[in-house]
C-alpha cells in the first residue's frame, strides 16, 4: 500500500476510499481533477487510491470480485462499473444487531455526551426491524464508565453563560493547574471532547479536553463572550511548537501505533527483519516526548537528537533509582 498524504493516517485514508466508490459510482465519467478537488487532496493521490481499489473486493478476489475501475487516460476521467456491493443496503446479522442495540443503550445511558432524541430514535428503528435482537437485549441496561465526569458541569456552565473554574491537568507538561474560563463551545475533533474557553491565566483562547479535567466549578460570575468565534471545527487541536525541533523515532514492536495516533511528518518502512517505521514528527516539547519514548520501554529510539536521548536514559536511571530505593 502506498504512503497516503502527510500527516494522513490509514483510517483517514480508508474513509476517503469508502467515499469514493459511491462518489463515483453515481458520477460515471467525473474527473480525476474534480475529485482531488472534492476529497481535498492531490491528483497524484486520487490515483493512487483508484490503483488500490482496483484490487479490493469481495472475498475469493477473483478478477470478477475485484471493483472495476475504469480509466480513461486521455480525458483523464473515471468510471466504476462493478463496486462490489458498497453501495448495497446493510443488512444486520441477529449478532450484528444485537451488538449495535447494546452499543446505543450504552450511549444513550452517557449522561451530556449526545442528544438522547437522535439516539432513542435510532433505537426503536433499530428495534422495530428486529424483534428478535431487541427482547434478547431489552433486558441489558449498560452503563458505561464515564470517559469525562466534568462534562455536565461544563455544559451546565455553557448554558447558563457562567464563568467556569476548573482543576486541569496538561499531558503535555504533566503538570495541574487551577483556571478561571469563559466556555464558549464544546468541540468533539479527533475521537475527543474539547472545552474552547477564554482563560485568564493564559489570557487567550485555548482548547481543554474534557475528560483531563479533573474538578469543576460553576460560577456565580458571568462569562464574557468572545468576539469573534471561528465557526469551523478544527481538525485536530494539537499545533506542535515551531520553535521545537523535529525528531526522529524508529518504531518497532508494539510501538508503531505511534506512526497511526499521533501527526507525523513522514512515515519510512524500515526493512522487512525489523519490521517497523522510522517517523518524523513534531513534538509540543521534549518533556512530552521524553514521556513518551520511556512509555514505550524501548520500542521506541530517537535518531537524530542527543539531547532528547540523554534525557531519556537520565529519566529511566531516575525511575529506577526511585525503585530501588523503596
Same mark, same amino acid.
Request: charged share 25%; aromatic share 6%.
Given at each position: 500500500?502506498?504512503?497516503?498524504?502527510?500527516?494522513?493516517?490509514?483510517?483517514?485514508?480508508?474513509?476517503?476510499m469508502?467515499?469514493?466508490? $459511491?462518489?463515483?459510482?453515481?458520477?460515471?465519467?467525473?474527473?480525476?481533477?474534480e475529485?482531488?478537488?472534492?476529497?481535498a487532496?492531490?491528483?497524484a493521490?486520487?490515483?493512487?487510491?483508484?490503483d488500490l481499489?482496483?484490487?479490493?473486493?469481495l472475498?475469493?478476489?477473483?478478477?470478477?470480485?475485484?471493483?472495476?475501475?475504469?480509466?480513461?487516460?486521455?480525458?483523464?476521467?473515471?468510471?466504476?462499473?462493478?463496486?462490489?456491493?458498497?453501495?448495497?443496503?446493510?443488512?444486520?446479522?441477529a449478532?450484528?444487531?444485537?451488538?449495535l442495540?447494546?452499543?446505543?443503550?450504552?450511549?444513550?445511558?452517557?449522561?451530556?455526551?449526545?442528544?438522547?432524541?437522535?439516539?432513542?430514535?435510532?433505537?426503536?428503528?433499530?428495534?422495530?426491524?428486529?424483534?428478535?435482537?431487541?427482547e434478547?437485549?431489552?433486558?441489558?441496561?449498560?452503563?458505561?464508565?464515564?470517559?469525562?465526569?466534568?462534562?455536565?458541569?461544563?455544559?451546565?456552565?455553557?448554558?447558563?453563560?457562567?464563568?467556569?473554574?476548573?482543576?486541569y491537568?496538561t499531558?503535555?507538561?504533566?503538570?495541574?493547574?487551577?483556571?478561571?474560563?469563559?466556555?464558549?463551545?464544546i468541540?468533539?475533533?479527533?475521537? *475527543?471532547?474539547?472545552?474552547?474557553?477564554?482563560? *485568564?491565566?493564559?489570557?487567550?483562547?485555548?482548547h481543554?479536553?474534557?475528560?483531563?479535567?479533573?474538578?469543576?466549578?460553576?460560577?456565580?460570575?458571568?462569562?464574557q463572550?468572545?468576539?469573534?468565534?471561528?465557526?469551523?471545527?478544527?481538525?485536530?487541536?494539537?499545533? $506542535?511548537? $515551531?520553535a521545537?525541533?523535529?525528531?526522529?523515532?524508529?518504531?518497532?514492536?508494539?510501538?508503531?501505533?505511534?506512526?497511526?495516533?499521533?501527526p507525523?511528518?513522514?512515515?519510512?518502512p524500515?526493512?522487512?527483519?525489523q519490521?517497523?517505521?522510522?517517523?518524523?514528527? *513534531?513534538?509540543?516539547n521534549d518533556?512530552?516526548?521524553?514521556?513518551?519514548?520511556?512509555s514505550?520501554?524501548?520500542?521506541?529510539?530517537?535518531?537524530?537528537?542527543?539531547?532528547?536521548?540523554?534525557?531519556?536514559?537520565?529519566?529511566?536511571?531516575?525511575?529506577?533509582?526511585?525503585?530501588?530505593?523503596?
Amino acid at each position: 500500500m502506498s504512503a497516503g498524504t502527510a500527516n494522513e493516517n490509514a483510517q483517514d485514508r480508508l474513509a476517503r476510499m469508502l467515499s469514493l466508490v $459511491p462518489y463515483i459510482s453515481r458520477r460515471p465519467g467525473v474527473s480525476i481533477a474534480e475529485l482531488a478537488r472534492e476529497f481535498a487532496v492531490s491528483r497524484a493521490q486520487i490515483s493512487a487510491d483508484l490503483d488500490l481499489l482496483m484490487v479490493c473486493g469481495l472475498p475469493g478476489y477473483y478478477p470478477d470480485d475485484l471493483i472495476d475501475v475504469v480509466l480513461d487516460d486521455d480525458g483523464g476521467t473515471v468510471s466504476i462499473t462493478f463496486d462490489a456491493g458498497i453501495e448495497r443496503p446493510v443488512r444486520l446479522t441477529a449478532d450484528e444487531a444485537q451488538a449495535l442495540l447494546v452499543a446505543l443503550r450504552a450511549l444513550a445511558e452517557t449522561p451530556g455526551l449526545v442528544e438522547t432524541d437522535a439516539v432513542d430514535s435510532a433505537l426503536a428503528k433499530l428495534e422495530q426491524l428486529d424483534r428478535q435482537a431487541a427482547e434478547s437485549t431489552g433486558a441489558v441496561r449498560v452503563v458505561a464508565a464515564d470517559p469525562a465526569p466534568q462534562l455536565g458541569t461544563v455544559r451546565d456552565a455553557l448554558d447558563r453563560s457562567r464563568r467556569l473554574w476548573m482543576r486541569y491537568y496538561t499531558a503535555s507538561r504533566d503538570t495541574v493547574t487551577e483556571r478561571t474560563v469563559d466556555p464558549l463551545r464544546i468541540l468533539v475533533t479527533d475521537g *475527543h471532547a474539547y472545552l474552547e474557553a477564554y482563560c *485568564h491565566l493564559a489570557r487567550a483562547i485555548r482548547h481543554f479536553r474534557i475528560d483531563r479535567i479533573e474538578a469543576a466549578q460553576v460560577l456565580d460570575e458571568p462569562a464574557q463572550g468572545s468576539l469573534w468565534v471561528d465557526s469551523q471545527v478544527p481538525d485536530r487541536i494539537f499545533h $506542535p511548537d $515551531p520553535a521545537v525541533p523535529p525528531v526522529e523515532l524508529v518504531l518497532t514492536g508494539g510501538a508503531r501505533w505511534v506512526a497511526e495516533y499521533y501527526p507525523v511528518e513522514t512515515v519510512t518502512p524500515l526493512p522487512a527483519s525489523q519490521a517497523g517505521v522510522r517517523v518524523t514528527l *513534531h513534538a509540543g516539547n521534549d518533556d512530552w516526548l521524553t514521556r513518551l519514548v520511556l512509555s514505550l520501554g524501548g520500542d521506541a529510539v530517537v535518531t537524530n537528537r542527543p539531547e532528547v536521548t540523554e534525557l531519556v536514559a537520565r529519566r529511566a536511571e531516575q525511575a529506577l533509582a526511585a525503585y530501588q530505593s523503596d
